[in-house]
Structure formats: C-alpha cells, structure tokens
C-alpha cells in the first residue's frame, strides 16, 4: 500500500474530444498531484483514443496510459470494470478521479468494490491534508442542504467529480508528457450485459448541461406559454431553458429539462430565476451556478436570498425589457 | 418472475441541524415516505408482474419506522416486504448497507431481478445498487430509462447516457437501477390500503440475517465523515429597487460590467 502515488485521472471522450469533466479534472488534479508532490496521470479507454493523449497532456497530465480495445469501443460496464480494474493495478495511484456521468456513475462503485476500497460520489470540492496525504472528499447530501466531508483509509482513495465543479487549465501544447499502452485484459466471456447500440437524442439549440446561460421558469409562469417566451431570451444568450418539478408535473415542458434534485444539475455562468419560488430541491440543481439573477414578484421568496441580483417584480413586465435590453446591449 | 425492490425511506421535507461543536447530524428532516427513484423501482417491478406474472418483494434496510414505507409498498401492490433492521446496522455507509441487502436478499432466495432507484433523495450516492450487486456477483445496469424487452434469461433495456441512449442487453438473474423517466409511479387503490393495514412485515435482524458485526454499521463503514456543515449562501447579495424596468436596466447594465454579458 505504501506505493501508491500519484493522482489517475479516469479519461472520456465524447464524440472524439476530450470530455469537458476530463479536463476540469485534469485541471483539479493538477493542485492535488502538486500538493502531494507527487505526478498526474490519466487512462484513456476505448478503442482508437491514442490520438487524445496529446490533448491529455496539454490539459495538465505528466502520463497518459492508453488502453485501447476492440470490446471498449462503447460502454459496456463489465469490460471497463475489468480494463480499470487492470489499469489502477499498473499504475497504483494514490487517488483515482472520475466523472459524475452517465459513465462514472456506473463505473465507479463497481470499480471500488472491485479494489476493495472506498468511494464518495459527485464531490464537488477535493483537497490533500498536508500530513496524512489523505483525499478531503466534499459532496453535497440533503438535496443540497447541507455538505458533507469525507476521508477514506483504503488506498486508491476514489472520488467521482461533478461536472463543472472543478476548473480547466489553460490549454498548454508545450508540455511534456509521456503516453504508454497498457493491455485491456478483458475477458469476454465475463461480459454480461452487451452495448447494442446508442441511440441519439435530437437536441434543438443548447444543451442544458453545457450552456453558458441558463433561463428557469416556475410554477409562476402560469403555463407553457410563460415558457415559450423564456426561449427568446435563452436564444439571445446562446443559453437553454430550465424549469422547476412542478413546472415539469403540470406537464406544461418536458422532463428533460427539469433542474433539481430529481433533475438536471447545471452550473452555467448565469442563472436566470424566473417566476420560481427556490425550493432547496430546485436550488440542489444550480447552486453551483457562478451568478444567479432572480426575478420574482414576492420579495419574500426564498429565491432572494440565494440569488446574486434580485427583481422584484412580475415577470410578465421584467421579462420583456430584459430581453429588449439584452438584445439592444447585443447591437452594440 | 421473482423480482425484489430495494427501498429506502427517506424524509419528504428536509430540516438539516448540525451539532456545531462535534459537526455532526442531528436532524435531517421530518414527513418520511419512499424515495421518489424507489418509487420508480416499484412501479416498474409491478409492471413486469403485470405482464409477465411472478412476485415482487419490498426490501429494506432501516429503522423499525421504515417499515412505514413497507406497508405503502405493500398498498401499492407488492406482495410481500421485509424490513431489514438491527440497531447494529445504525451507521452503514453504502458498502455496509448493500452488504445487509446483498444478505437479505441470499435469505429471501436470489431473485431473477433486483431493481433499485438511482439515488436516494439524501444521501444521493447512487452506490447501493451496484456495490450490491458486486457482491451478488450479479451484472447491473444503471439509470434504465425503458425496458424493451424481457426474455429467457436475458432482458434488453434502454439506459440513459449524456448524448441520448444506450440499448443494452443483460443476463438474468441481474439488477438494475431506474430513472423517473421510467415510468409514472401508481397511486395506492383502497383495495391496496386495506390489505396494506392488515400486512405482517417480516423483520430479519443481524443474527437472522448471519450479518458479521464487523461488516455492518459504522465499524463496516469504510467511508468516514469528518463533519457536517450547511452551505454559505450567496455573501452578495443586492434587491434592486423602482420600476421592473429600472430594475432590469439596473442588473443588465452591473452584469455588462462585470462582463458576465
């Protein structure tokens, strides 16, 4: 256990690039590799990834290790688990980071079983305790009402990393870094749930996920109307439409956009708040975001006292000038 | 089909208090009932019974309250449930709290499937079910957003993944967790109710259960929190004043300044 060192990065690529988690991992790894004293590396899984081992390095990481195999080409939970499970072995890192995506959610607690050690999921801030080299694991619980902070014994200490919680670095094409291929060592016959096959969903503008802006609605808004003119100002911002759960159960806009605990979490540059009361379920999914402005006409809504900026005032007269305003200050 | 459905009670309402000198929970919330995935997991094996015939089982670890949560289980049509509680089991973390699971469900008779919710509403791991089937030696799907299809020894089902989905394939028996894109959970008939009333409970403890002391509760909790603290809200905070349209003026021109727009 002694020589476990270093910080492994577990690496995704989306439509052929580097995972946006990846990088912000990358970068969040970096601080705990350096406080450590100690190197950061990244696994690359797949098949045909080798060529994402320069974008790896320039995001930060001394090491790339590039498992590529057939059998990996898609996800398929028990051929990853086998492959990592061989990977962590080789390298013996003192800390393993994944994502908090569809695929670390899956991987992650069946790795750690695997490894024989513990596990804390969707953290959004990660630290090294200067003496004990331990992980300091902090993840939101109680829907985002309070915050709670983990250490682990068992090495490799495992954390799975929320979207957008962590920090890119600048992009660096002059750093050095090594690339080394490892063997998947997957046995295919322990294979028990196939991938078949991936089927895309259509997204009309912005992922809500990924967009810069995000525009919510609430019960406030009294029916899918109200939501239909949020869009004008989501489109001008390049930004997507969020709404609340009961938004979502009076069937006025889909599921797939709702943020919350239940729902979506996003953390974009700006959070617009609108006709929504704040409910610590609704604020679970978008704390995180850098600013938020509320716009609500009763100043006693908990929105207030989360938000950045606060309107006070019906939504039906603040939402068209500040769209108008937005669209004049775009002109100039 | 025999299927069984882990469930956790968790609280309706959230009221977190915190001992500010040890920083550890002392409240968490009031008005408990299902966890709204574990809705979803039952909803779904009442489906499957529906259509395919067999038994649903309601499983859960927890305190004598939770069998509560049993009995709507049981109002909602599950055939049967089983509280798996012991004061020793009073601290699990996720890996102890699967592995109290994993041995209620060897007691029960291995099911064919094991369905769970995705996450809980307050711990909001989502590890429980997959660490349980790890130490079932079963496969696992996470987020099943669909079942297509349910055949001899294999079942095909849509999971949900970033760019849209995944169709896979499982052997059974295996275990899955669900999404509440799922399905839309029933509401209890009277029919339900009355017999939920008159429902005994089983309850297996850690000696039933043949759990080893050092597995379970906090002692069989590898993971250690160090404290509990409430999130800072927004330090800055500014309410605008005047007409909405001074208001709006207002904040477009303070986002503008701070280059946010």
Partial sequence: MADHKGVLVCGEAIEGKLAGVTAEMLGGGRKLADKLDEGLSVVLLGSGVKGLAAEAIACGADKVYVVDDPLLKDYQTDAYVMAMVNAVNQVAPRVVLMGQTSMGRDLAPRLAFRLQTALSMDCTELDIDAQSKALIQTRPVYGGNARAVFTTESLPQMATVRAKAMSPLPRDDARKGEVTDITAGIDASKIRAKFVQKVKEEVTGVKLEEAPAVIAGGRGLGGPDGFKQLEGLARLLKGAVGATRPAIDNGWVPTSIQVGLTGKIVAPELYIAIALSGSSQHMAGCSGSKTIVAINKDPEANIFREARFGIVADWKQALPAFTQKVQELLKE | ?261
């Fill in chain 2, 1 to 261: 089909m025999k299927i069984a459905v882990c469930i956790k009670q968790v609280p309706g309402k959230f009221k977190i208090e915190i001992d500010p000198q040890s920083g550890a929970l002392t409240k968490s919330g009031t008005d408990s009932m299902i966890n709204p995935f574990d809705q979803n997991a039952l909803e779904e094996a009442l489906r499957l019974k529906e259509k395919h015939g067999g038994k649903v089982s309601a499983v859960s670890m927890g305190p004598a309250q939770a069998a509560e949560s049993l009995r709507e289980a049981i109002a909602l049509g599950a055939d049967e449930a089983i509280l798996l509680s012991d004061p020793a089991f009073e601290g699990s973390d996720t890996w102890a709290t699967a592995h109290v699971l994993s041995l209620g469900m060897k007691k029960l008779g291995p099911p064919d499937l094991i369905i769970c919710g995705r996450q809980s509403l307050d711990g909001e791991t989502g590890q429980v079910g997959p660490e349980l089937a790890e130490m079932l030696g079963l496969p696992f799907v996470s987020s099943v957003s669909r079942i297509e299809e349910v055949g001899e020894g294999s079942m095909r089902m849509q999971r949900m993944a970033e760019e849209g989905h995944h169709v896979v394939e499982m052997q059974l028996p295996g275990a899955i967790s669900v999404v509440k894109e799922i399905n839309v959970p029933r509401l209890p008939s009277l029919r339900g109710l009355m017999q939920a009333k008159k429902a005994a409970i089983t309850v297996w403890n850690g000696q039933e259960l043949g759990a080893d002391p050092a597995r379970v509760g906090s002692q069989g909790s590898p993971l250690r929190t160090v404290r509990v603290t409430q999130p800072q809200r927004s330090a800055q905070r500014e309410m605008l004043q005047g007409s909405p349209e001074s208001q709006v003026d207002e904040v477009v021109e303070k986002l503008r300044q701070s280059r946010i727009l």
